[in-house]
């Protein structure tokens, strides 16, 4: 299971007797599709056919993939002839498009938060809740990046001393916007370091040499809305709607990985020995956590990697018998491309995802 990281091969696998494994990307000049495009070559996924779709400015672009180059085309307006799409073009496009996908036969695996919050949309980490993929009706949705981040490291400590509450600080690279977030930290930094006037375009503010703690629109509780997707997604992932949440989601300029801080209140106490050696047992957890030799998580280290680095755990000395701990993740790869191939993966090595005869013509 989970072998997206582990084996590199040609990216395309024949499966014979007329049978093609077909897999599109929707939204494959994106940030999060330049990464599908990586992850899917070094997968275990069997497939013989990979299609890109962008919007109509995109059209005709070639993208490497596999030792080829592949066409982008303008995503159509009805269903794709695709067993598996991974959709990547926003909360929009999957709205409008992907039940035309579904009924064409695909399974959707989609990277927006159109569906996450729908009953009978399975939300889905595999190193979590692999098993929920299986009961899909079309749709699998991947969870906002920093709930896939904050999960992956959580819910192992849930399941062993049971999480009372939990509260979480953000740290969220510019890339969590897109690629535009990038180019905005990029450009404005040069503009800054000239003396000029930053601006904002993409974030609320200017973010070169500053942290914003405003990402997505406000509540009328006060909280954000990417701060309440950590509540009800990692309720959703984890399956326990009594978890008692709190999450400051924070911008920082950096280009890519979320780290966060998090506080968790536990039924049953554990020390630090203790959870650091489940989380060692974790799958998709990398334990960096020797302070006296200056090892815990940093984007720095965590970005390009699958498993989501944690450390400096230490007693709470707020919630006795609890944790406080600092987790870095690439959210490109685990919070949101990494994820979508893995479940993609499951289904497979579970038997869940079928080649179709393809449609000649
Ligand atoms: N960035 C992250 O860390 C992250 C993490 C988890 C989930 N997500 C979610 O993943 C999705 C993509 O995010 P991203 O960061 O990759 O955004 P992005 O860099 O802005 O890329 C957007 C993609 O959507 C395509 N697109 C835009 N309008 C389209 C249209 N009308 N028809 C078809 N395709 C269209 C774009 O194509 P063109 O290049 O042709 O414009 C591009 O390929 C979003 O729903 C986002 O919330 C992102």
Redesign the pocket.
């Known amino acids: 299971m989970f072998t997206a990281a582990r084996k590199m091969r040609g990216g395309f696998f024949l499966l014979g007797r007329g049978l093609k494994m077909r897999v599109a990307i ?8 330049h990464e599908l495009l990586k992850v899917l070559e070094a997968s275990t996924l069997q497939m013989d056919e990979l299609q890109l ?3 109509p ?2 059209a005709g672009l070639k993208l490497p993939f596999a030792g080829r180059e592949l066409t982008v085309r303008a ?1 159509p307006e009805g269903a794709i002839d695709a067993d598996v799409i991974l959709a ?4 929009s ?1 999957s709205k409008e498009k992907a039940p035309a996908w579904v009924a064409g036969g695909a399974v959707v695996i989609d ?3 159109a569906f996450r919050y729908d009953p009978e949309v399975p939300l889905v980490v595999p190193e979590v809740n692999g098993e929920a993929a299986l009961h899909h009706k079309g749709i699998i949705a ?1 969870p ?2 920093t709930t896939a981040i904050a999960v992956v490291a959580v819910a192992p400590l849930h399941r062993a001393y049971g999480v009372k509450r939990m509260i979480v600080s953000t740290y969220q690279a510019t ?2 916007a ?3 977030g990038m180019e905005e930290l990029l450009d404005q930094t040069r503009v800054a370091l000239g003396g000029g006037d930053a601006g904002a375009s993409v974030f609320a503010h200017p973010i070169p040499f500053n942290v914003i703690p405003h990402i997505d629109a406000f509540q009328d509780n006060g909280y954000t809305k990417e701060e309440m997707k950590v509540v009800w997604e990692t309720r959703k992932i984890i399956g326990d709607e009594s978890l008692q949440i709190s999450c400051t989601a924070v911008r920082i300029p950096t280009l890519r990985t979320h780290s966060e801080a998090i506080t968790l209140e536990l039924e049953r106490p554990a020390t630090p020995e203790q959870a650091r050696e489940l989380l060692r047992q974790a799958a998709g957890v990398e334990v960096r956590d020797e302070p006296g030799a200056k090892l815990y998580p940093m984007p720095l280290t965590a970005s390009g990697k699958y498993d989501v680095e944690v450390g400096r755990i230490r007693s709470s000395l707020v919630f006795g018998g609890g944790l406080d701990l600092f987790v870095a993740g690439d ?2 790869l685990k ?2 491309a990494l994820n979508a191939v893995q479940i993609a993966e499951y289904l497979q090595e579970n038997g869940a995802l079928k080649a179709r005869q393809k449609a000649e013509g």
């Open positions: 929707v939204g494959a000049t994106g940030a999060v599709g779709y962008a919007s400015r995109s995503t990547s073009a926003g909360g496009i990277n927006s938060s991947n906002n990046c890339s969590g897109g690629q535009k959210q490109l919070g949101a």
